[in-house]
């Protein structure tokens, strides 16, 4: 079974610009979650989608939006980008998102560098 | 609000050495607790995770975690390192039931000597 995918993998971008990132879940799974991770502020939770809702949104500015496709794919955007976006954008599925009970598997992240 | 420390930054050991790493939380329920582990480059991978019951819990590569609530604590532990375990190693604690969102521990990093 394919693990969890993130496209790019890589990106760099400049301040003022946009960027979408994907993120393709394990076959059958419906939950997606992503993280922003960097070396100030470690591991924070952006969003939680469970079938195309957004169930859960981390404290981050309006300039972070995400959304997930009736195929459970999930894509984040993130609108006029500043030097502290840079990050490693993590994504993670499960199969339910009732976390007690079902293990996220974790994509290898999207290294975002803002310049 | 939920929280997790951990306390030691990085933490050198040598391969063979047995190992414990620190988790401390701030949750007012029965938490849900999850070890995970960070390689250079790459995604989390789950250790371990207590939800209920037996609270020394069995996980991947050798690990074991054991709860303590009277120290609000979830160390990670293992009998003898190996020079592959070199990683960061980050505790988490469920938000609640119903989410998978995770709030995380700012990590430990781990270097083995030979």
């Known amino acids: 079974k394919a693990g969890v995918t993130q496209t790019p993998r890589y990106l760099i971008k400049t301040r003022g610009q946009q960027v979408t990132l994907s993120c393709s879940p394990i076959s059958g799974h419906r939950s997606v979650s992503w993280y922003q991770q960097t070396p100030g502020q470690g591991l924070q939770f952006l969003f939680e989608?469970?079938?195309?809702?957004?169930?859960n949104k981390g404290n981050f500015p309006g300039r972070f939006s995400g959304r997930q496709f009736s195929n459970s794919r999930s894509e984040m955007n993130v609108s006029t980008l500043e030097l502290g976006d840079s990050a490693l954008y993590l994504c993670a599925s499960s199969l339910v998102g009732t976390g007690a009970s079902y293990e996220q598997y974790f994509g290898p992240g999207t290294r975002l560098t803002v310049t | 609000a939920q929280s997790v420390t951990q306390p030691d930054i990085h933490i050198t050991v040598s391969e063979g050495a047995s190992l414990e790493l620190r988790c401390n939380y701030s949750?007012?329920?029965?938490?849900?607790l999850f070890w995970y582990v960070q390689s250079p480059g790459q995604g989390l991978q789950l250790l371990l995770k207590?939800?209920?019951?037996?609270?020394l819990v069995q996980g991947i590569k050798g690990f074991e975690a054991e709860f303590k609530r009277s120290q609000s604590s979830f160390n990670l532990r293992k009998p003898s390192v190996h020079w592959s375990d070199a990683a960061e190693y980050f505790c988490?604690?469920?938000?609640?039931?119903?989410?998978?969102?995770?709030?995380f521990g700012t990590g430990t990093r781990l270097q083995v000597f030979p």
């Open positions: 988490a604690v469920g938000a609640s039931y119903n989410t998978d969102k995770l709030i």
């Open positions: 989608y469970f079938s195309e809702t957004q169930r």
């Open positions: 207590y939800f209920s019951g037996d609270t």
């Open positions: 949750y007012g329920a029965t938490p849900y």
